[in-house]
């Protein structure tokens, strides 16, 4: 939730914000809201005048029968007053809910109107490539410069297979049997597959553990306010299961399937001071996750790369003000190692202010690996900072050196999309015999060199 204050006094940012596309301008009335605002804040000004006359009239004895009329006329007065306060607050905050964060900067999001008009910030090719520093916006003809071949594929391999069937070949997941069982998108992960994933899982939490990390096993099924406290509702609704109450043991609470577990790492500081001097509080988890994809039919159908239960090492952070521009990028800077160690060449691209992602967002980079099999880039992570947004909404503070309460800051990343990750080992590391050599890095997890062998 965006500070009200900000918005009183400079709309004119808001509006600028909408028209770069962030946001949906029909949700995101600013005029009406302030039209609202100001209706609200005289309705609170007489509810409270009028209570403190009916307080004062009842503290002098015995009333009249004129006293006791007007008592009456004043409890019905203040009765209306609340009945419209409460209309009016209601869509006050319907509107506020859709409001976005502001970007940091306009470096930080650029103004945009598409995913086009992200900025590519830099590529690493690979250890055998090297690193090569570039800039621009994202444009799909690119791709016709870019590498035709994986420097692991082995000399008599020229064009890759999809993930699929080598996957299906080598027996690393089965599909069939997954939407048999659970309908489409859906999916086995086993034998050797369900160890890969399980070797980069290792990978990760070591990695995060000597960074400083904080391991949780949080709850995946949450209440709304979770999921409304860190603004994926109510946006993002559509893309989230929700339970039938029948069996639940409290019937009156609605509970719901996370997406990440974002939602739950966060809702754990929820309603809470956080010592300063904890700060930054760097947590992660690694979970299944569930999206309902709506809105993606037909798009990545075959596969594992997009799919309705998946799973992620999700890195949260809670920090000071001060603390969360080094804190995200200290979490990049781990997102990029982790395909530096896989060898799998990605670029870093700055999301523009009509693909930021959700409402939180204040400043937001995506991790993209290429997969030459498939001539196409795809994201495997995520890095955002989303300021007070979600603090505001989840009632987190800590408390200053001189002894002030203020809203922290928190900062997300997906550390690495496991499924994904699976995609792009097998577009990069498949040979000519069939087979997928396992990257070094992981190949003390899984105790052999080659998948399929």
Same mark, same amino acid.
């Given at each position: 939730?965006?500070?009200?204050?900000?918005?009183?006094?400079?709309?004119?940012?808001?509006?600028?914000?909408?028209?770069?596309?962030?946001?949906?301008?029909?949700?995101?009335?600013?005029?009406?809201?302030?039209?609202?605002?100001?209706? %609200?804040?005289?309705?609170?000004?007489?509810?409270?005048?009028?209570?403190?006359?009916?307080?004062?009239?009842?503290?002098?004895?015995?009333?009249?029968?004129?006293?006791?009329?007007?008592?009456?006329?004043?409890?019905? %007065?203040?009765?209306?007053?609340?009945?419209?306060?409460?209309?009016?607050?209601?869509?006050?905050?319907?509107?506020?809910?859709?409001?976005?964060?502001?970007?940091?900067?306009?470096?930080?999001?650029?103004?945009?109107?598409?995913?086009?008009?992200?900025?590519?910030?830099?590529?690493?090719?690979?250890?055998?490539?090297?690193?090569?520093?570039?800039?621009?916006?994202?444009?799909?003809?690119?791709?016709?410069?870019?590498?035709?071949?994986?420097?692991?594929?082995?000399?008599?391999?020229?064009?890759?297979?999809?993930?699929?069937?080598?996957?299906?070949?080598?027996?690393?997941?089965?599909?069939?049997?997954?939407?048999?069982?659970?309908?489409?998108?859906?999916?086995?992960?086993?034998?050797?597959?369900?160890?890969?994933?399980?070797?980069?899982?290792?990978?990760m939490i070591s990695k995060l553990r000597r960074e400083g990390f904080h391991m949780f096993s949080p709850p995946l099924l949450?209440?709304?306010?979770?999921?409304?406290?860190?603004?994926?509702?109510?946006?993002?609704?559509?893309?989230?299961?929700?339970?039938?109450?029948?069996?639940?043991?409290?019937?009156?609470?609605?509970?719901?399937?996370?997406?990440?577990?974002?939602?739950?790492?966060?809702?754990?500081?929820?309603?809470?001071?956080?010592?300063?001097?904890?700060?930054?509080?760097?947590?992660?988890?690694?979970?299944?996750?569930?999206?309902?994809?709506?809105?993606?039919?037909?798009?990545?159908?075959?596969?594992?790369?997009?799919?309705?239960?998946?799973?992620?090492?999700?890195?949260?952070?809670?920090?000071?003000?001060?603390?969360?521009?080094?804190?995200?990028?200290?979490?990049?800077?781990?997102?990029?190692?982790?395909?530096?160690?896989?060898?799998?060449?990605?670029?870093?691209?700055?999301?523009?202010?009509?693909?930021?992602?959700?409402?939180?967002?204040?400043?937001?980079?995506?991790?993209?690996?290429?997969?030459?099999?498939?001539?196409?880039?795809?994201?495997?992570?995520?890095?955002?900072?989303?300021?007070?947004?979600?603090?505001?909404?989840?009632?987190?503070?800590?408390?200053?050196?001189?002894?002030?309460?203020?809203?922290?800051?928190?900062?997300?990343?997906?550390?690495?999309?496991?499924?994904?990750?699976?995609?792009?080992?097998?577009?990069?590391?498949?040979?000519?015999?069939?087979?997928?050599?396992?990257?070094?890095?992981?190949?003390?997890?899984?105790?052999?060199?080659?998948?399929?062998?």
């Open positions: 939730m965006i500070d009200i204050h900000i918005l009183r006094q400079d709309p004119e940012r808001f509006r600028r914000l909408l028209l770069d596309g962030r946001g949906d301008p029909s949700r995101a009335k600013i005029d009406e809201w302030l039209q609202l605002d100001e209706e %609200r804040a005289g309705l609170i000004t007489e509810r409270d005048s009028l209570r403190e006359e009916r307080n004062r009239a009842s503290k002098m004895g015995r009333p009249s029968p004129q006293e006791i009329s007007r008592l009456q006329d004043l409890r019905t %007065r203040i009765q209306e007053i609340e009945g419209r306060l409460g209309e009016v607050e209601g869509r006050w905050q319907e509107i506020l809910d859709f409001i976005p964060n502001l970007p940091l900067s306009d470096d930080a999001m650029p103004p945009g109107r598409s995913e086009g008009d992200n900025v590519i910030e830099r590529y690493w090719w690979g250890e055998k490539v090297g690193e090569t520093a570039g800039t621009g916006r994202c444009r799909d003809e690119d791709k016709e410069n870019l590498p035709s071949r994986s420097t692991h594929w082995d000399e008599m391999l020229n064009e890759a297979e999809h993930h699929v069937e080598v996957g299906e070949r080598l027996g690393l997941f089965d599909i069939a049997q997954g939407a048999k069982v659970s309908g489409t998108r859906f999916k086995y992960l086993i034998h050797d597959g369900a160890l890969l994933e399980w070797a980069l899982q290792q990978l949450v209440k709304e306010r979770a999921l409304y406290g860190t603004s994926h509702f109510p946006e993002g609704r559509d893309q989230v299961y929700e339970l039938q109450r029948t069996n639940l043991e409290d019937k009156e609470c609605a509970l719901f399937l996370v997406g990440s577990s974002e939602a739950s790492n966060f809702a754990y500081f929820m309603d809470r001071v956080v010592d300063e001097a904890t700060l930054p509080y760097k947590v992660f988890a690694t979970t299944p996750c569930f999206r309902s994809e709506v809105g993606s039919w037909g798009r990545d159908v075959r596969g594992i790369k997009r799919v309705h239960q998946f799973s992620k090492v999700e890195m949260n952070c809670v920090c000071t003000p001060e603390q969360s521009g080094e804190v995200f990028s200290h979490l990049l800077s781990i997102n990029e190692w982790i395909w530096r160690a896989l060898d799998i060449p990605y670029r870093v691209v700055r999301k523009c202010t009509a693909d930021a992602g959700y409402l939180a967002s204040a400043e937001q980079i995506d991790i993209e690996v290429w997969l030459p099999g498939q001539k196409e880039w795809m994201e495997v992570g995520t890095d955002t900072n989303t300021t007070d947004y979600q603090a505001r909404r989840l009632n987190i503070k800590y408390s200053d050196s001189s002894g002030r309460k203020r809203f922290v800051h928190t900062v997300n990343d997906t550390g690495i999309a496991l499924e994904r990750a699976i995609v792009a080992i097998v577009d990069h590391y498949q040979q000519s015999d069939g087979t997928v050599v396992v990257p070094k890095v992981l190949q003390e997890y899984l105790g052999k060199e080659v998948l399929g062998k």
